[in-house]
């Protein structure tokens, strides 16, 4: 049994970052075991990798220290950012088996110093065979914190593409960014879209009402329990007479939206068109009283915070929760409207929120890029936007009127984008995987 499983070829899954919370390689992982591989994982820890327990003997993990963290500005940025890349590359080379090498190596870009050039060095010398996955280009993210025009922009640059040529396929998130790398004579890329995770999924009116009466505990400013804390009624949703959860036939819309509160994401865009959707809101009974749902942790969140704090809002309540892992897919599964801020540095990859509210069953509104129509396309699964007053139309035609409140009830665009979500969801990662990125490891060995 135990030289059975040793026989079984191991690709090495590696990420410079926490493996726990790099969900695309934890996917490729389970994929590559449920089709007969053992995988190798290789990253930093800090998160708990739930495949770990899932797959006993199948899977191992070696960690890598990222022990020096860049914050200083300047020159000494500089120094310091090479010092880090040198540990990092005796860590990850630590890290590495040099004895019993794996068939393949799969590595996600960015970051791509020093983990492209390391692991092609690395499968030169083992003769594995060298994958990447692509989720976006580093040089892009470095030219926001840099100037596009630092030199450091080049070297990350010719680093990605001139390692990226080696490896014998690769992966990456859109069609958008194939054909750039295809420009970049990267020939041999496949697009493998990112698809929700199984924890993202639609729930039932009840279990939207159970949850929505044990968050409100936590948030009685905007849920509002109205019964002097019997936790039996909120804003919306409350025990009936038998004890059984049930939305309120009339109550606030619910918007959701999670950000890392970085400047790549415009919130004052956000806060402008809430600001226009509240005035208009005390004029017009129409239009829905919000209450709108920012989650995440990040640099921005306190100056943002005072911001909305400043605001004498009417009909909109504003929180800023921080959800557990369990709770943040069932807000989204309870929400009426998702909203996407996201901006891509490189204009090629795409929001994993909007695909993990499209999981949950929740149309979005999305603001613009470049390739954002591979996942939202306007007016069928999603509004999209370009700026604050376009942001405030949408949200008018979703809450005007009663409609968003039963959305499966009629025949208006409620239904009719929550159905289209409901199709792109209902597609799977392994076996979309097992169309496009299986075959590409067969190429190397027959029979895993
Ligand atoms: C918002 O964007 C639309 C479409 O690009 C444009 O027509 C409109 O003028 C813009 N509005 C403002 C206030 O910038």
């Not at 690709?11 to 590559?32: E, K, N, Q, W």
């Not at 948030?219 to 804003?235: I, L, T, W």
Request: glycine share 6%; charged share 20%; proline share 6%.
């Amino acid at each position: 049994m135990v030289m059975e499983e040793q026989r079984r070829p191991t690709v090495a899954v590696v990420v410079l970052g926490d493996i726990g919370r790099s969900p695309r390689m934890r996917y490729h992982a389970s994929s590559l075991i449920e089709e007969g591989f053992n995988v190798n994982l290789i990253g930093y820890g800090g998160s708990e990798i739930p495949e770990l327990k899932k797959y006993p003997g199948r899977i191992s993990v070696s960690y890598v220290k990222d022990y020096i963290s860049v914050t200083a500005q300047g020159m000494s940025r500089i120094f310091l950012y090479f010092i880090k890349v040198f540990a990092l590359t005796l860590s990850l080379a630590w890290a590495l088996n040099w004895r019993r090498p794996p068939l393949c190596v799969l590595v996600q870009n960015p970051p791509s110093i020093p983990a492209l050039p390391v692991l092609y060095l690395y499968c030169l010398v083992t003769k594995a065979h060298f994958f990447i996955d692509w989720h976006n280009y580093g040089h892009t993210i470095l030219s926001l914190t840099l100037k596009p025009t630092h030199p450091l922009v080049s070297v990350c640059r010719w680093v990605e593409f001139h390692f990226g040529s080696r490896a014998v396929a690769g992966f990456c998130v859109t069609d958008a960014m194939r054909a750039d790398l295809n420009n970049h004579g990267l020939e041999r890329v496949a697009t493998l879209y990112d698809l929700p995770s199984p924890a993202f999924k639609p729930i039932s009116d009840e279990e939207k009402a159970k949850f929505l009466l044990r968050i409100g505990e936590l948030y009685p400013k905007a849920f509002c329990c109205e019964d002097g804390g019997k936790k039996r009624v909120n804003r919306f949703a409350q025990l009936s007479e038998i004890g059984t959860a049930e939305l309120k036939a009339e109550r606030p819309g619910l918007v959701v939206s999670a950000t890392s509160w970085t400047e790549d994401e415009d919130f004052q865009m956000f806060l402008t068109a809430l600001e226009t959707y509240d005035a208009q809101a005390v004029q017009n009974k129409v239009i829905a009283e919000l209450v709108v749902v920012i989650t995440g942790k990040g640099p921005l969140k306190r100056k943002f915070v005072e911001i909305i704090d400043s605001i004498p809002w009417r009909r909109i309540v504003i929180v800023t929760p921080w959800l557990s892992a369990e709770d943040y897919p069932r807000m989204l599964a309870s929400s009426d409207l998702g909203v996407s801020l996201h901006s891509s540095s490189s204009g090629l990859d795409l929001p994993m929120k909007v695909v993990d509210m499209f999981g949950a069953g929740l149309p979005v509104a999305a603001l613009d890029f470049s390739c954002l129509e591979e996942l939202v396309v306007n007016d069928k699964n999603g509004i999209v936007f370009n700026n604050a007053s376009e942001l405030h139309a949408a949200l008018v035609k979703w809450f005007k009127g009663p409609d968003f409140k039963n959305p499966n009830a009629g025949n208006t665009f409620h239904k009719t984008y929550r159905d289209n979500v409901k199709r792109f969801a209902s597609r799977d990662w392994h076996s979309h995987w097992s169309d496009i990125a299986l075959p590409e490891f067969k190429k190397f060995v027959s029979n895993p």
